[in-house]
C-alpha cells in the first residue's frame, strides 16, 4: 500500500488557495506544492513550508489554524 502525500490529502480549501496563489505567486505557489507532493506526513513538513501553507489556509478560510493536521485528511 503506498502512502499518499500531504498533497493528495490536503482539504479542498488548501487545494483552492494554492491554486488561486498560482496566477499571484507562481514560484511560491509551486514549492509549496512540489513540498507537499514530496512528503507523506505532516511531521516532515518544515516550518518554513508551514507558515506559508497556514496563511494560504487563512486567506482561504478567514481562519488562522493552530495546528498542521487540521489541514489535511486522514
Known sequence: MELKTLLDRAKPELIAALNAQ???YPGIANSV????DSRCFVIHMTIQYWM???SLWMQATGELSDSPWELFED
Open 22 to 24: 498560482m496566477d499571484e
Open 33 to 36: 506544492a512540489e513540498h507537499l
Open 52 to 54: 506559508d501553507i497556514r
